[in-house]
């Protein structure tokens, strides 16, 4: 015997219409309460964001939109960042802004890495008591760091392998050995062009050694203040 299909009745255009208004009022409440506690309230940004997805759901993405703005007076970015945010962020850390949240809601992976990342970056703003603007570049900071440990590692060790052998070979040089071996050249102004760039080489070299000496030690100095941050954004969340 065959099974009726089950038809889902489709609401009807007046009620529809009632349920986008009461939704859009509750809208404006919203907005008048924004305006007053002047983003400072955390709770209330993710009333907002909340409320939004919440339109988006039952009336279309369009429909949620074009309302939300004429409830709330806010652009329409606004409103998609607000939605963005609340889809993105898989937790909600109080004692940081919404906008510390909004700067977290770009990161990738499974929900499951990207929630563990998004706690972990949001208990270090906390611990660490930065400013949207100051997390914003310790975000991008440590972006590149991890950049410059995934792509660079390999190159930059070999580099250095192949910087070695050029300075042993520059030293062991056979044309060298020959003008130590050699009868000085006839031509004085030659040896003082070749004494003058030996000097000038060695110079340089030294100069590059003394650069590279302070950046590895900024370089280090970083990656400790990172870490250091990291492991007291980790004591706090655990609770010690």
Known sequence: MATKKKVLKKKP??????ELKEWAERGKG????????RETEFAHQWKIAD??????RKFGVEAAYDAAQKATRMTRETLQQFAHTAKRV??????????????????KGTEKQR???????LLVA?????????????????????????NTPTNADA????????CQHLRDHLSLRTLFKSDPPKDNVRRKEVLAELRATAEQLNKNADSLTEMWRQSDLFHYRDHEAAAAAARAGSGR
């Open 159 to 166: 580099v250095a392998e192949k910087v070695m052998e050029l």
């Open 51 to 56: 409320w939004i997805r919440e339109g988006q």
């Open 90 to 107: 898989l937790i909600r850390v109080k004692g940081v802004s919404f906008g510390h949240h909004r700067l977290v809601a770009r990161f």
């Open 115 to 121: 929630k563990a990342r998004q706690k972990k970056e």
């Open 13 to 18: 255009a007046v009620q529809t219409r009632r």
């Open 126 to 150: 906390r611990t660490m008591r930065y400013s949207v603007e100051k997390f914003a570049a310790y975000l991008k900071n440590h972006e590149k760091k991890v950049e410059r440990q995934e």
């Open 30 to 37: 919203l907005r008048v309460a924004e305006d007053r506690l």
